[in-house]
């Protein structure tokens, strides 16, 4: 492609936090256009970037010519058909996550991925912070050994993004009333770090999964306290069809477990990480909450040993100790540039591989196969859920064969 990309984005809330690290890549990748559903969104973008093409109907932007990527970031039960549409319409994809809310989506993305030939990254930016591409660095060096497990949690009270203004309910607090949040509704964030470690569908591949959710108790508070307690949503009733939290198992073909919670709706301070792996030579804990460090004990090379007849007991150290040999290149030469990008510098390397995915014709670090297999969590766990705790099969995105290319 000789032109920088041309990229247009849907869904101009979350896709506007992706301009400064569009800045970073100017020659490599532009934003053209811009469709959302809200002219006042729209009118908020002119005025920030003269020149920008904007419209409210998603069509316009596929029909011209002049696009050649989009990144789809509109709410997250529009993400599938609208990446779908934009293949169909010969559009390379960058969409926010989930990839799919449905294994039927996840199918359908993987088939029109494979019979375009065209580019689709699901923007997972939780790969790309600083802690959790120096866990892979490490792991992929073979530190922690043949690792066994792993967890990963998003815990996160997101009952503030639940109503509008005006005390209707946003498309998340729609969203948290449905089948969709008596499950584990958001996987990707915790899964995607924790299955690029393994080496899920590079070696490895998710074999089953179980998922139990709790009651819900949140939200219908936080109502009352908002509404007055004679709202209909105020009621228990109102959210019949949610939980609080959603705790997942996944056995992997290798043998190994990897734990996941998601909450986005129990009271508690924010913290990004929640994460853990565990190997047979080293061990990781992420930070409980933003002053504490990152923990690992490594054989070898940390403090104390777990071998037979070793005097001195293994110790946890702060991960950054090891930053100055494992620190992963891209953040070492980059992360000043990328922290202030947005989203713990996930944003800025998300794009760059993304444009260097379409400029190189490349499969992209999170492809199709990675985002369905993450994805597909959402709807296998709430038939889990339906079936009392049974666990289901996953599928096999890769069909059992190697990556194309
Ligand atoms: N990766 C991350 O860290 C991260 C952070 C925030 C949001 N997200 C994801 O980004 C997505 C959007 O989240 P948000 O917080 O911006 O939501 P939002 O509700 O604030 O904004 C959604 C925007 O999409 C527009 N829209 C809705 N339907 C549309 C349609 N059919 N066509 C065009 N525009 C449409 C709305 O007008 C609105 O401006 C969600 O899937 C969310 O999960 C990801």
């Given amino acids: ?50 020149g920008i093409r904007t419209t409210t109907r998603y069509e316009t932007l596929l029909e011209d010519a002049e696009i050649d990527a989009v990144l789809v970031a ?11 549409q934009a293949l169909k319409a010969g559009k390379h994809v960058l969409s926010e996550v989930i990839a799919a809310c449905t294994l039927d989506e996840c199918w359908e993305l993987v088939e029109t991925v494979e019979k375009t030939g065209l580019t689709y990254m699901m923007a997972e930016n939780y790969c790309y912070t600083r802690e959790a591409m120096m866990i892979k660095h ?23 993004l639940m109503y509008n203004p005006d005390g209707t309910r946003t498309w998340r607090g729609k969203l948290s009333g449905t089948q969709i949040r008596r499950s584990n509704g958001y996987p990707t964030h915790s899964l995607g770090p924790v299955s690029q470690w393994l080496g899920i569908t590079r070696g490895d591949r998710f074999k089953s999964t179980t998922t139990f959710v709790t009651r819900e108790a949140a939200r219908h508070e936080w109502a009352q306290t908002l509404l007055g307690k004679d709202h209909p949503d105020a009621q228990p009733a109102a959210w019949d069809g949610a939980a609080d939290s959603a705790s997942t198992l996944i056995e992997t073909e290798k043998g190994r477990v990897i734990l996941l919670r998601v909450d986005s709706a129990s009271p508690r301070p924010h913290n990004m990480t929640h994460y853990v792996l565990q190997g047979t030579k080293g061990a990781y804990i992420s930070p409980r909450y933003h002053k504490e460090s990152a923990l690992v ?21 702060s991960l950054w100790d090891f930053a100055d040999r494992y620190e992963h290149p891209r953040w070492k030469k980059h992360g000043e540039q990328a922290k202030n990008a947005g989203h713990g510098g996930g944003d800025f390397f998300e794009l760059e591989d993304f444009a260097d995915a379409v400029l190189n014709q490349k499969l992209p670090p999170i492809d199709v196969y990675d985002a369905a297999t993450w994805s597909c969590i959402t709807p296998l766990s709430g038939l889990n859920v339906q079936k009392k705790g049974e666990p289901l099969d996953v599928p096999d995105f890769l069909r059992g064969k190697k990556r194309p290319g």
Wanted: aromatic residues 8%.
């Fill in 1 to 50: 492609m000789a032109h920088p990309i041309r990229l247009a984005v849907v869904g101009g809330n979350r896709g506007g936090n992706f301009t400064h690290a569009l800045k970073a890549f100017e020659s490599k990748i532009r934003l053209d256009a811009v469709c959302d559903l809200s002219e006042e969104v729209l009118a908020h973008w002119k005025q920030g970037h003269p």
């Fill in 74 to 84: 509109t709410p997250m039960q529009l993400h599938a058909p609208q990446a779908l």
């Fill in 138 to 160: 490490m792991a992929e060096q073979g530190l922690f050994g043949d690792a066994t497990y792993a967890e990963g949690a998003y815990i996160h009270d997101c009952r503030s």
């Fill in 297 to 317: 004990w490594l054989e070898g090379l940390g403090k104390g040993s777990a071998t037979p007849h070793s005097k001195e007991h293994p110790e946890w150290q």
